[in-house]
T-cell receptor, first 115, second 113 residues
Framework: KAGVTQTPRYLIKTRGQQVTLSCSPI?????VSWYQQTPGQGLQFLFE???????NKGNFPGRFSGRQFSNSRSEMNVSTLELGDSALYLC??????????????FGEGSWLTVV | DQQVKQNSPSLSVQEGRISILNCDYT??????FLWYKKYPAEGPTFLIS?????DKNEDGRFTVFLNKSAKHLSLHIVPSQPGDSAVYFC????????????FGTGTRLQVTL
């Protein structure tokens, strides 16, 4: 069974540009969430999508957005990139986010460098 | 406000001995706790979890203990192996929000020969 797949794995962007990252969840998982990892802030929750609707959102500016498609695949977008957006962006999926005791499985991440 | 804390940034243990990684939390609404292992520039790998209705969960060499009154959990690895060397994160979620994990800052475990 394939795991969570993220593309691209590595990318370099210039300040002011925008970026789109893609995520395919584990087959059958309908919830996709996104996290940001930086050396200073650690692993932080960005947002979660379930059945194409955003269920939860972390404390990030509106430049960070996402969406989920009918096949549960998800994309996140960061507009007007800043140097501080350089980070490892992780996608995760789970079977049922509304219950307790559901394990979250992570992808390998997309490493974004903003220059 | 750091709701999940791992106060030891690093830990060094000899191969074959027990590794104990600790985690404290402040949010009493957390009801599910997970441990992940992570290498640089890779995604976290799920290790073991525990529900708040239990105080212990075992899976092979890994055991997680939960002390709700102290808001403390620990991960025991016995015996420790060199391949266990990585950064370990504890994470927690509230009921009904399984996808919204709050992570600790991580503990780097080094297992020496």
């Amino acid at each position: 069974k394939a795991g969570v797949t993220q593309t691209p794995r590595y990318l370099i962007k210039t300040r002011g540009q925008q970026v789109t990252l893609s995520c395919s969840p584990i087959s059958g998982h309908r919830s996709v969430s996104w996290y940001q990892q930086t050396p200073g802030q650690g692993l932080q929750f960005l947002f979660e999508y379930f059945s194409e609707t955003q269920r939860n959102k972390g404390n990030f500016p509106g430049r960070f957005s996402g969406r989920q498609f009918s096949n549960s695949r998800s994309e996140m977008n960061v507009s007007t990139l800043e140097l501080g957006d350089s980070a490892l962006y992780l996608c995760a999926s789970t079977l049922n986010p509304t219950g307790s005791g559901n394990t979250i499985y992570f992808g390998e991440g997309s490493w974004l460098t903003v220059v | 406000d750091q709701q999940v804390k791992q106060n030891s940034p690093s830990l060094s243990v000899q191969e074959g001995r027990i590794s104990i990684l600790n985690c404290d939390y402040t949010n009493s609404m957390f009801d599910y706790f997970l441990w992940y292992k992570k290498y640089p520039a890779e995604g976290p790998t799920f290790l073991i979890s525990i529900s708040s209705i239990k105080d212990k969960n075992e899976d092979g060499r890994f055991t997680v203990f939960l002390n709700k009154s102290a808001k403390h959990l620990s991960l025991h690895i016995v015996p420790s192996q060199p391949g266990d060397s990585a950064v370990y994160f504890c994470a927690a979620s509230e009921a009904g929000t399984a996808s919204k994990l709050t992570f600790g800052t991580g503990t780097r475990l080094q297992v020496t020969l």
